[in-house]
Each structure stands twice: as structure tokens, then as C-alpha cells.
């Protein structure tokens, strides 16, 4: 690991001015840690942001959330608040990570973690992503858990969080420190010819805070994978469904392991809105969004495997209705 | 912080299993580096060094943490419980004299791990805590085997004792 020096920021002005460019925030450490261990991130200088007094969550009256980005994850699932009117939420938190890791990560960490596309996190390889213009093995190469949707020459890694799926899935925003709030959707961006950007804030930018608006539906989120826990999604869904005397009022559908970013499904819920809450239809939505995808060489059965997750979801939360 | 040959050093205060210590670290050195190669607490195992097998994992500030992803200066002033604190004298913990009375292990290495894993994850049982099992994720969750597998994913055992594990949790979470 290469040296770095380390400072504790007080607040968010001195972590800011402390950030030159070259420098990294620290939250629990849990990615950026392990990267700088595999050399993939080379920051000459840690920032440590954990004990900025960003670690409340707050409900305000109308419902909204407001979350603090160095609340653990651990703190965030666990919260009464969330676990009663966004299960969505503490759903997509608990089925990331393990226990001891996520006592340790932060919200804010949580947004910003990297890609784990093995080709990204082996730095004997090329990558697009580490090192711009070197080229993407995975398009050829080992791919079968990369993206399906929205990925380019440049790069067909998927976004890794969890949390993010639920967090775009309920319009959430993010609070950047002296700059106007970002909407989750405008924060990830798609890879183009510049995967070297996960998301659209500078260098330096600092997220103190997501606000989610007011919830009133029922929501989950599914998490297809390898193996029954700890691990990354093959493909993951957050659904919030409203149906009335067998209409659908209103929905929402993000996808994880389909693209570069958390996946909103658009296509989807146009189909739905004002419709049957119907299986059928379920899967008429579903297949509407999917015609869209573009699947690799050996990722093809991501595409069944969002229809079913989506209509499986949607499925259960209608008959809750 | 000082630095020499271009490594950066800082003194930090770890409370470790109750006894103040304070060493001079590499801002690169994990908890877990601190504890077994300066502290010589060598019971947290370094596995994967990646957060993926749980075998380093000690109570950080009361709750259960992958010591190998931690950096020990970021952790300054952290009190540490490593399975050399569990027990109470000769007293075994009630989550060690478990593990001994069903045979939760068969080489040991990632017994100390597991041992501090599910003493946190105890815990957080009783806090209310939800896992990936409890559903709804709103009501209080039960202790059944399968919350405890869930909530022991974090803790890999190449030996395959799991069966004596979750028995031994269940034993003491009843």
C-alpha cells in the first residue's frame, strides 16, 4: 500500500480544503480500504469524515427521511423509522455485506463504492475505469456478471450497491456539501466513453446527507445471487407498488447488476400506471423494460431472470393490496 | 504524525481488552496488524485480509468489525474486545463454553472469529437488530437457524463445522 498521510476533519470546510484532488474521504473504510490494499486506489492523503456530526437519522413530519452519510448501515436497517415505512430501504441494506461490515460502512461510503468487476480490482490488468484508454478485457473476457443495460466499448462493469437500488428507486436526494442537492438519478451516470467517473460530483465534493421523500405504498427488495447470503447481486429489484380496487395508482422499479448504475425502470411503470394489477400485465411491464437490454456473450440469462424478478416482486406486493 | 522515509506515522491510544495502550503506527496498519504484530494479541487470524472471511473479526467499540479492513489510526481511542477478553478469568464466555460443548470447530482458525462474531451478533439480537431473515424487516426478530445463518455469513470455516456453529449459537441465544 502506498503511504498516505491522515487527518481527521472537524468539519465539512476543513475536510473540503483539505481535499486537494488527489486526496480520499474516509468513512468505514470497508471498500476504499480494501482497494488501497490492491493498489487500485493510491490517495496520498486520507481524510477521515466519519466523526463529522452527520450520523443522525431524521423523519420529518411528513415522513421524509433524512439520513446522515456517516449513519452505519448497520444503524440504518436497524432504524424503526425506516423499517416501518420503507422496508424497501432496510431490505436493500440488509442484503448487502456481512454483519461486521456493516457496522462499519457508511451511507455516504456506501454510495461511492467502486465497481467489483474482477478486472477493475486486478491491477495487472487493463481497465478502462483505472486506467482510462488501457482497454476493457471484460467485454471479451469473464463477463457473466456484468452489466446487460446502458454498458458501451468502454466499459460493462455494474454498480455494486444495494442501497442505491432501494435509495433510486424512492427518489431519494443527495446533500452535497456547498453545492445544490443531487437527485439520485443525476447522480450515477452511465459509462460512455468516461468509466473512469462513477458518478457526476468532483473531486473533492463531500455528501453530508440523502433525503427521501414521504413513502406511501408498500415496498420490498429482492436480491437474486450466487449463494443464499454475502454476496453480490446477479440481478436485484426495488418495487413500491399502490393499487386501488385493482388499478395500479402508482409504482416504482430500480434494478442493481444490470448496468453501470442503479437501473430505474422506467419503461416499466409507464406500462403499469393506470392499469390492471394483474400478473399478467406485471409481466407485460417487465418485458417492456427488458426488450431494451443488450446482453454479453455469457450474460444472456440476466435478462429473464429482471422479468422474473420484477414480476415476482410485483406480484407480492399486489396481493398485499 | 511524524514521518520517515516517506511513511507516516501516529501515536494512538487502543483500549484493548481494558488495558490503555499506546503505540506508534504506520498510518497503512489495520486494527488487526496493530493487534497481533505490536500489541502481540495474536487470537484475531488473519485470513482473506479483505473483509470476506470474518476470521479477524473483534467487538470495535462494542460491535463486531473486520479488525483487517479497519485502520488503526482512524481508530484512535477505540476500545477493542479480541477473543483473548471474552472470557472472565477462567471463566469461558457462555458463546465459548458453546462452541466447546457441541464441537463448533475442527482446526480452530477461524474459531476466534466466529467466537467474536456471534457474541456481537448476539447482541444485536437483543437490540432488535433485523437481518436479511427477518421478515417483515419491521417485526422483532427470532432466533431461528436460519436469522443465524444469515447474520453469521460474514464468518467463512473451510473445515465445514457450520452445523455445530449454528447449534452452538442457538444454544446460547434460546
Redesign the interface.
Known amino acids: 500500500?502506498r503511504?498516505?498521510?491522515?487527518?481527521?476533519a472537524t468539519d465539512a470546510d476543513a475536510a473540503r480544503a483539505a481535499h486537494d484532488g488527489q486526496a480520499a474521504y474516509?468513512g468505514?473504510?470497508?471498500n476504499l480500504?480494501?482497494l488501497?490494499?490492491l493498489g487500485v486506489a493510491t490517495p496520498a492523503r486520507?481524510i477521515?469524515v466519519?466523526r463529522l456530526p452527520y450520523d443522525r437519522i431524521e423523519t420529518g413530519p411528513d415522513g421524509a427521511l433524512r439520513i446522515g452519510a456517516a449513519v452505519s448501515n448497520?444503524d440504518l436497517?436497524?432504524d424503526?423509522a425506516v423499517?416501518?415505512a420503507f422496508?424497501v430501504l432496510?431490505?436493500a441494506v440488509?442484503?448487502g455485506?456481512?454483519?461486521?461490515?456493516r457496522?462499519?460502512a457508511t451511507v455516504g461510503g456506501n454510495l461511492l463504492q467502486r465497481t467489483r468487476c474482477p478486472y477493475f480490482q486486478d491491477i495487472t490488468k487493463p481497465c478502462n475505469k483505472r486506467v482510462p484508454g488501457s482497454g476493457c478485457p471484460a467485454r471479451d473476457g469473464e463477463h457473466t456478471n456484468h452489466a446487460i443495460i446502458g454498458h458501451t466499448r468502454s466499459c460493462v462493469a455494474t454498480h455494486p450497491s444495494d442501497m442505491a437500488v432501494a435509495l433510486t428507486a424512492l427518489d431519494a436526494v443527495v446533500h452535497v456539501h456547498g453545492r445544490d442537492p443531487v437527485p439520485l438519478a443525476r447522480l450515477y451516470r452511465l459509462p460512455g466513453d468516461d468509466p473512469a467517473r462513477d458518478t457526476t460530483l468532483e473531486p473533492g465534493d463531500l455528501i453530508t446527507a440523502v433525503e427521501v421523500p414521504p413513502l406511501r405504498m408498500p415496498s420490498r427488495y429482492r436480491k437474486v445471487r450466487e449463494r443464499?447470503?454475502?454476496a453480490f447481486a446477479l440481478v436485484s429489484a426495488a418495487v413500491a407498488l399502490e393499487v386501488a380496487d385493482g388499478v395500479v395508482r402508482d409504482c416504482r422499479i430500480a434494478l442493481g447488476g444490470v448496468a453501470h448504475r442503479p437501473w430505474r425502470a422506467l419503461r416499466a411503470e409507464e406500462v403499469l400506471r393506470g392499469g390492471p394489477a394483474t400478473e399478467e400485465a406485471f409481466r407485460r411491464a417487465a418485458l417492456a423494460e427488458m426488450e431494451h437490454a443488450e446482453p454479453l456473450r455469457d450474460n444472456a440469462y440476466k435478462v429473464p431472470m429482471a422479468t422474473n424478478v420484477i414480476c415476482r416482486v410485483l406480484t407480492e406486493l399486489g396481493e398485499r393490496a | 504524525?511524524d514521518?520517515a522515509d516517506?511513511?507516516?506515522y501516529?501515536e494512538i491510544t487502543l483500549i484493548v481488552n481494558g488495558t490503555a495502550h499506546r503505540p506508534r503506527v504506520?498510518?497503512?496498519a489495520?486494527v488487526l496488524d496493530v493487534l497481533r504484530e505490536t500489541l502481540g494479541l495474536t487470537g484475531a487470524k488473519k485470513g482473506c485480509?479483505?473483509?470476506q472471511c470474518?476470521a479477524c473479526?473483534v467487538l470495535?467499540d462494542g460491535?463486531?468489525?473486520?479488525a483487517c479492513?479497519?485502520?488503526a489510526?482512524?481508530h484512535d481511542g477505540a476500545e477493542i474486545t479480541t477473543v483473548e477478553g471474552l472470557a472472565d478469568g477462567d471463566e469461558l464466555s457462555p458463546v465459548q463454553r458453546a462452541f466447546l460443548e457441541e464441537d463448533a470447530y475442527q482446526c480452530g482458525y477461524c474459531t476466534p472469529g466466529q467466537l467474536c462474531?456471534a457474541t456481537?451478533?448476539l447482541a444485536?439480537v437483543a437490540?432488535?437488530?433485523?437481518?436479511?431473515a427477518?421478515a417483515?424487516?419491521?417485526d422483532k426478530p427470532v432466533l431461528d437457524d436460519a436469522e443465524i445463518?444469515?447474520?453469521?455469513?460474514?464468518?467463512l470455516c473451510r473445515c465445514g463445522a457450520y452445523a455445530n456453529i449454528v447449534a452452538a449459537i442457538r444454544e446460547v441465544g434460546a
Open positions: 500500500m503511504p498516505f498521510a491522515y487527518e481527521r474516509l468505514g473504510g470497508t480500504v480494501d488501497m490494499r486520507l477521515d466519519s448497520s436497517a436497524a424503526p423499517r416501518d422496508p432496510a431490505e440488509l442484503a455485506a456481512s454483519g461486521q461490515i457496522n462499519l443464499a447470503s454475502f | 504524525m514521518s516517506g511513511v507516516q501516529a504506520d498510518t497503512r489495520s485480509d479483505h473483509g470474518g473479526t470495535l460491535r463486531r468489525a473486520n479492513l479497519a485502520l489510526v482512524a462474531s456481537g451478533m444485536e437490540r432488535g437488530w433485523p437481518s436479511a427477518t417483515p424487516v419491521a445463518r444469515e447474520r453469521m455469513s460474514g464468518n
